[in-house]
């Protein structure tokens, strides 16, 4: 059981340049998150879904896009980076949106 | 949006003491309070939880208690140890809804 997974640990682009990041989890949860974290701002949410299919904005979606086509897999997408996207993002995941959260190890992203 | 104002920002204690972090939350509606712990360079992890219909919740050295009235709500940890030096986040997240709300953060030091 490895929990939520989230790939690549670490990531340098260059502004305009798009990556995704990858999440996956293995708990059969429907609801899955991404959030962004930087220094004395707490964990903003980027884009949410409950369920295969469906997702939402959250609080600062703007230049991330993000899709749902299984219960496992929510990556998340960059399509044209800028410096304002570096931070500290996290992949997280729970019951039903009913309980606690699970989350990823985080990813490092760097945009110069 | 939602808004959670967590306090204070950072917090230093001799070991043994106790340690307080409040926070306050604008959503009546808002029905279930988690507290994530995060250690230097790890991801959030759940360390207690509270919802709307308890004023209190005791865990060993851990306690969160809620007062739905003031819309406040604060993590309380007794007997401090170095171990629980890191950075704590509250949250919050309304009935019915599909979001988390978190704080900003606080940064513990446990002094030996």
């Known amino acids: 059981n490895a929990g939520v997974t989230q790939t690549p640990k670490f990531q340098v682009l260059k502004t305009g340049q798009s990556m995704t990041l990858q999440c996956a989890q293995d708990m059969n949860h429907e609801y899955m998150s991404w959030y962004r974290q930087d220094p004395g701002m707490g964990l903003r949410l980027i884009h949410y879904?409950?369920?295969?299919?469906?997702?939402d904005q959250g609080e600062v979606p703007n230049g991330y896009n993000v899709s749902r086509s299984t219960t496992e897999d929510f990556p998340l997408r960059l399509l044209s980076a800028a410096p304002s996207q570096t931070s500290v993002y996290f992949c997280a995941s729970s019951y039903a949106g009913i309980g606690e959260l699970f989350f990823g190890e985080g990813s490092r992203l760097t945009v110069l | 949006g939602e808004n959670v104002e967590q306090h204070p920002s950072t917090l230093s204690v001799q070991e043994g003491d106790s340690a307080v972090i409040k926070c306050t939350y604008s959503?009546?509606?808002?029905?279930?309070f988690p507290w994530y712990k995060q250690e230097l360079g790890k991801r959030p992890q759940l360390i207690i939880d509270i919802r709307s219909n308890v004023g209190e919740k005791k865990d060993q050295r851990i306690a969160v208690t809620l007062n739905k009235t003031a819309k406040h709500f604060s993590l309380h940890i007794t007997e401090t140890q170095p171990e629980d030096s890191a950075v704590y986040f509250c949250a919050e997240k309304p009935l019915g809804g599909n979001q988390f709300y978190f704080g900003t953060g606080t940064s513990l030091t446990v002094i030996p």
């Open positions: 959503d009546s509606a808002s029905n279930y």
């Open positions: 879904s409950v369920g295969a299919g469906i997702t």
